[in-house]
């Protein structure tokens, strides 16, 4: 008998060993990264029970990852907000690498977060729009990559579109509106949405997705960054007619607040060079007037948001097929952020450039196997700045002392999602004539606006638990919480 027990409970050793050795090796696996990133996408989606959206493919990844609740960029503008997260720094700087870029010359530190996995034996690619210029490349040629020392390979598919920011500015055919706004006579003759009767490859992230699929297939047996940027729904809102025909216009709620809040400047909200109307850059059929958003346009947008949001939401469903069908989700983690949100009408704007959560919030996923609790979401407050060191911990590679300060790691959230990182967002902007910071915690976010000297022009407190939507500026009221953020921003 003591033979045989014995014996049993070496098998036993030697089982279980050879078990957590095994489950060791999983663990310890080098992890691969997919990087989604959705332009102008706020959390307009089912996972954050917008349930008229039809969002399947975000809404499962949300099931099986982390979804952030309290997500807050750095600035509602693409080019710095991209910026940021990318270099692991708040910038409103809209050309951060353009002195290493010119320079050519190889800085001693790490500038960028696919530098350092480039730095740590992983191939990097970036497709679309990742940084700021589509392809991550500065010319039409796309030999010029934008963030210096970062990317393998850098570039933007652009079909029949023929360069990558006409592929941005796509419609169907071929056509296309030129980049920028009131460059020339082209700017104000192209309509805000289309809906063309087209396959997913008839506008250009049916592309994008095809050359990410493309790029897992032959990145499947590397260590891989892999970034890709759909450029939808940024305006114009074009999207296969299929997309559109998901909705019907009379389920699309209005927005719930449609007036700029009491005790707040329409200057304020969106300073003095802008009519916070995106659509004002677009012409409207049979309608020369751009800068009137009547209630059927309002309808229409939204309808053309949804459908855009919808379209961008099929082609990530076939990536994350794709990344499952070979077997590259088991060891990869992925990340869908949006740049920032942008308004529908809310406040009566229709567009990103403000200091406002319709505009700073938007959504964050992260998937990592074996991670607990998959599908629970968290409420703690997360900034875009956090991602960079958040990625280098859960692959296990050296955080930059200079990032360190920046932002936090959020791996303690993908293991609990109950805990808490922060206390507070902090974001900034200086566009159309406005300066302002802003700080956000659980309870209230407030904007302070300034001229060009530094000196304080306006200040606004929202409480975000008064109701759904503030819509009162109580910073006359609380005076002391005022002092206690003013005081918390004081550090940025």
Sequence with gaps: MKIRYSIFVFVSIVFFTSANKKTERVSNQKMNVLFI????????LGCFNK????????DKLASEGRLFTNHFVFTALCGPSRNTLLSGHRTLSGDYWKNWRESTIKPDSIISLPQLFKENGYMTVCIGKVSHEPGGVMDSLQKIHEVPF???KAYAPVGEWRDPWRAFFAYSGGNAKKYGYGRGNDTYNHYPFEAADVEDNGYPDGLNAEEAIK??????????FLAVGFYKPHMPFNAPKKYWDL???????????????EGVTPEFLYGPDDKGSEPRRYKWPNDTSRYTIT????KTLKHGYAASVSYTDAQIGKVMAELKRLGLDKNTVVVLWGDHGWHLGDYGVWGKHTSFDFALRS????KVPKMNAPGVSTNSIAETVDIFPTLADICGLPVPDHIKSSGSSLKRLLNDPSTKIKEYSISARNFFGVQETTI???????????????????????DHLEGSIPHKNLAAKYPDVVKKLTDQLKGY
């Excluded at 349930?51 to 975000?58: G, S």
């Excluded at 790029?215 to 891989?224: M, P």
């Excluded at 209630?295 to 309002?298: E, I, K």
């Design 37 to 44: 990133a959705v332009d102008d996408l706020r959390p307009e």
């Design 51 to 58: 349930k008229y959206m039809h969002t399947p493919h975000i």
């Design 150 to 152: 970062a990317w393998n």
């Design 215 to 224: 790029q897992l297939r032959q990145l499947k047996d590397t260590s891989f």
């Design 247 to 261: 909705y019907n216009p009379d389920d699309i709620p209005d927005a719930e607040v449609k007036y700029i809040p």
């Design 295 to 298: 209630a059927d346009r309002a």
């Design 363 to 366: 959504p964050l996923i992260m």
């Design 440 to 462: 956000r915690n659980e309870k209230y976010r407030l904007v302070i606006n300034m001229d060009k000297n530094g000196d304080t022009t306006g200040v606004a407190l929202f």
